[in-house]
């Protein structure tokens, strides 16, 4: 799907504009009568393309707009992987835009190509969490910014499972317990996704005993060196997710054909399965849909002795080092990462902030993650340490276990990924 939109212009220059476009097209805001000569026109690409978020973007980019009324931003946006691939041709092709969103993967091959303008020097720098500067800072500069913190959770059904005396599980044997509960009544209890609902899973229970002893660097470290291979700290959380499609826990066929926050979504929504694996910023959309069960958004109990939270530092924006126009485009991001922006934005989101002063999404759904985020019970799925596009590999393991290899076989794809990143072979 792709929206193009075009923020609102200053009264003055407005006269003529035309909204064109309906669902599945593109959206556009045309002004077709001259603008002043001294207007500057800088264009954003990103993959938000919901009409609720884009809702959000165009009241930040039409405030930043009432503030520089010398400068105009156009958005144009693009759904799941269609925007990376159309990011990588621009930047290919040296058509890039002005300023646009990028993940861990994409920031590592911009970064190489010296594709990416360093953003240090922006105000808003210094208001970000020590673990968000961790992850943007490296000894060549700043090139990202976040605007929001992403969780992964597991969406719990409370009406379907009081109806089957079952209650929400805090740790792995009290979820595999319910779970089997359900299957023996003929019932998948596990809604998952072609994408981050298993990664997400192996990520977070691989990582997590070195993120709880401060060891990550180190290990990330001899990953990124070729020293260790992704395969030892992965394998664990992929046998669980393997487990689980074994046991009936997850129906493999089905969940290869369900994108993520979006068909997974439509799915629970039918209040038929007890649990979903799948982004937390999606709660405010489930809550839209109304349905006809009360449900909350929990924590992976994939510990003995508790829970565990997957974060990303998201919707990362980025200038484009050959941009025309540098100076607005920076202008523009220090002002979309203003603390009340940024606020607006996790909120809509249903996400945490990055800032030091920020708050979580006061989103109700999502309030039984913020204990595990604030005790530390924390793995950030794609860390900024490691120098390998993990958030790809780990999706094409979860289409190959889904598709019915075995653990060990997609293990042995992931560790030559890593060979051959590292020029090992």
Same mark, same amino acid.
């Given at each position: @799907?792709?929206?193009?939109?075009?923020a609102r212009?200053? *009264?003055? *220059?407005?006269?003529?504009?035309?909204?064109?476009? /309906?669902?599945?097209?593109?959206n556009?805001?045309?002004?077709?009568?001259?603008?002043?000569?001294?207007?500057?026109?800088?264009?954003?690409?990103?993959?938000?393309?919901?009409p609720?978020n884009?809702t959000v973007?165009?009241?930040?980019?039409?405030?930043? @707009?009432?503030?520089?009324?010398?400068?105009?931003?156009?958005?144009?946006s693009?759904? /799941? $992987?269609?925007?990376?691939? &159309?990011?990588?041709?621009?930047?290919?092709?040296?058509k890039?835009?002005?300023?646009f969103?990028?993940?861990h993967?994409?920031?590592?091959?911009?970064?190489?190509?010296?594709?990416?303008?360093?953003?240090?020097?922006?105000?808003?720098? $210094?208001?970000?969490?020590d673990?968000?500067?961790s992850?943007?800072?490296?000894?060549?500069?700043?090139?990202w910014?976040?605007? #929001?913190?992403?969780a992964?959770?597991?969406?719990?059904?409370? #009406?379907?499972?009081?109806? =089957?005396?079952?209650?929400?599980?805090e740790?792995?044997?009290?979820w595999?317990?319910?779970c089997?509960?359900?299957?023996?009544?003929?019932?998948?209890?596990?809604?998952?996704?072609?994408?981050? %609902?298993?990664?997400?899973?192996?990520?977070?229970?691989?990582?997590?005993?070195?993120?709880?002893? /401060?060891?990550?660097?180190?290990?990330?470290?001899?990953?990124?060196?070729?020293?260790a291979?992704? $395969?030892?700290?992965?394998s664990s959380?992929?046998?669980?997710?393997?487990t689980?499609?074994?046991?009936?826990?997850?129906?493999?066929?089905?969940?290869?054909?369900?994108?993520?926050?979006?068909?997974?979504?439509?799915?629970f929504?039918?209040?038929?399965?007890?649990?979903?694996? #799948?982004?937390?910023? &999606?709660a405010?959309r489930?809550?839209?849909?109304?349905?006809?069960?009360d449900?909350?958004? =929990?924590?992976?109990p994939?510990l003995?002795?508790g829970?565990l939270?997957?974060?990303? *530092?998201?919707?990362?924006?980025s200038?484009?080092?050959?941009?025309? =126009?540098?100076?607005a485009?920076?202008?523009?991001?220090d002002?979309?990462?203003?603390?009340?922006?940024i !606020?607006?934005?996790?909120?809509?989101?249903?996400?945490?902030?990055?800032?030091?002063?920020? $708050?979580? %999404?006061?989103v109700?759904?999502?309030?039984?993650?913020?204990?595990c985020?604030? %005790?530390?019970?924390?793995?950030?799925?794609t860390?900024?340490?490691?120098?390998?596009?993990?958030?790809e590999?780990?999706k094409?393991?979860?289409?190959k276990?889904? %598709?019915?290899?075995?653990?060990?076989?997609? @293990?042995?794809?992931?560790?030559? !990924?890593?060979?051959?990143?590292?020029?090992?072979q």
């Open positions: @799907m792709k929206r193009r939109m075009q212009f200053p *009264a003055a *220059a407005l006269a003529g504009v035309f909204l064109l476009g /309906g669902c599945g097209e593109k556009m805001l045309t002004n077709y009568e001259d603008l002043p000569e001294n207007m500057t026109s800088i264009t954003f690409f990103g993959n938000k393309y919901e609720e884009v973007i165009e009241e930040i980019i039409s405030g930043f @707009m009432d503030e520089n009324p010398d400068i105009r931003v156009s958005y144009e693009l759904k /799941g $992987s269609e925007y990376f691939e &159309a990011l990588k041709k621009r930047m290919d092709a040296g890039g835009d002005d300023v969103m990028v993940n993967d994409a920031v590592l091959e911009l970064k190489k190509e010296g594709k990416l303008a360093d953003l240090s020097a922006l105000d808003a720098v $210094s208001g970000y969490t673990i968000m500067r992850q943007m800072e490296d000894e060549e500069g700043i090139f910014l976040p605007t #929001t913190v992403s992964f959770g597991l969406y719990c059904n409370l #009406t379907l499972l009081k109806d =089957h005396e079952q209650e929400v599980p740790n792995l044997e009290e595999e317990q319910v089997d509960a359900f299957v023996k009544e003929g019932i998948t209890p596990v809604i998952a996704n072609n994408d981050i %609902s298993l990664k997400t899973l192996a990520i977070g229970e691989g990582f997590y005993s070195a993120y709880q002893d /401060g060891s990550q660097a180190e290990v990330f470290g001899e990953l990124n060196q070729g020293k291979m992704l $395969s030892e700290y992965l959380g992929f046998s669980l997710a393997e689980f499609l074994k046991k009936g826990y997850i129906d493999g066929a089905s969940a290869l054909e369900t994108n993520k926050t979006s068909d997974d979504l439509t799915e929504v039918r209040g038929e399965a007890p649990f979903m694996l #799948t982004g937390a910023w &999606a405010t489930v809550k839209n849909r109304k349905p006809e069960f449900f909350e958004v =929990h924590s992976y994939v003995e002795d829970s939270l997957v974060i990303n *530092a998201d919707t990362r924006l200038v484009n080092a050959d941009s025309e =126009h540098m100076a485009a920076l202008k523009f991001v002002y979309f990462t203003r603390p009340d922006n !606020q607006k934005f996790a909120d809509q989101q249903s996400s945490f902030s990055p800032l030091k002063e920020g $708050s979580p %999404s006061s109700q759904e999502i309030q039984p993650l913020i204990s985020y604030q %005790s530390g019970r924390t793995v950030l799925g860390d900024g340490m490691l120098e390998l596009p993990i958030w590999w780990t094409e393991v979860s289409v276990l889904l %598709s019915g290899e075995t653990l060990s076989e997609t @293990m042995e794809w992931l560790d030559e !990924q890593n060979r051959e990143e590292r020029g090992l």
